[in-house]
Antibody
Framework: QVQLVQSGAEVKKPGASVKVSCKASGYTFTSYGISWVRQAPGQGLEWMGW????????NYAQKLQGRVTMTTDTSTSTAYMELRSLRSDDTAVYYCARGLGTTDYWGQGTLVTVSS | QSVLTQPPSVSGAPGQRVTISCTGSSSNIGAGYDVHWYQQLPGTAPKLLIYGNSNRPSGVPDRFSGSKSGTSASLAITGLQAEDEADYYC??????????FGGGTKLTVL
């Protein structure tokens, strides 16, 4: 069965970086892309971007350009999302999901808390 | 403010039918990009409910249906059940293939 398992919760100080992992299983990793979505406490979903696991092509949300990098490691079927220069409003649950358009399987979410 | 506009809340009694609208523009939904719908139960990850405007993934009851017309899309839920109480989000794209989410609609089953 398809599963996306994300890394554990993180607490970071403003200005720091965080790297969240998303390990995929149950399907051919390179046949699908990975999208990243975040949700601030009590707020709606925010699309962050996607990466093709086939060729590494990326498409980032304009507001995160320059601060976010998405990568994949095909040898371990793992996707990564790194966010730099963290601010308090980056506090959110970060989700990875399979697919670039239709996202049919989601990870369990990773809470990233940015606090001094 | 989300580019795709949804009503903040809708409600209905068990057994009733409710609809949730998702209004975009000629730059996204109206440009022909597909609309997907997600259901998010409290404390859980979103679940794909409708893809490609009107298609249901395996396992989603046929009480849920989606449609699209012009610059808008709708999610309809018939035979409302208590377990349908959740947040619902629409998603589409813009010309740069960047994802867009609606602000979300909280469904309350009375």
């Amino acid at each position: 069965q398809v599963q996306l398992v994300q890394s554990g919760a993180e607490v970071k100080k403003p200005g720091a970086s965080v790297k969240v992992s998303c390990k995929a299983s149950g399907y051919t990793f390179t046949s699908y892309g990975i999208s990243w979505v975040r949700q601030a406490p009590g707020q709606g979903l925010e699309w962050m971007g996607w990466i093709s696991a086939y060729n590494g092509n990326t498409n980032y949300a304009q507001k995160l350009q320059g601060r976010v990098t998405m990568t994949t490691d095909t040898s371990t079927s793992t996707a990564y999302m790194e966010l730099r220069s963290l601010r308090s409003d980056d506090t959110a649950v970060y989700y990875c999901a399979r697919g670039l358009g239709t996202t049919d399987y989601w990870g369990q979410g990773t809470l990233v808390t940015v606090s001094s | 403010q989300s580019v795709l506009t949804q009503p903040p809340s809708v409600s209905g009694a068990p057994g009733q039918r409710v609809t949730i609208s998702c209004t975009g523009s000629s730059s996204n939904i109206g440009a022909g990009y597909d609309v997907h719908w997600y259901q998010q139960l409290p404390g859980t990850a979103p679940k794909l409910l409708i893809y490609g405007n009107s298609n249901r993934p395996s396992g989603v009851p046929d009480r849920f249906s989606g449609s699209k017309s012009g610059t808008s899309a709708s999610l309809a839920i018939t035979g409302l059940q208590a377990e349908d109480e959740a947040d619902y989000y629409c998603q589409s794209y813009d010309s740069s293939l960047s994802g867009l989410f609606g602000g979300g609609t909280k469904l309350t089953v009375l």
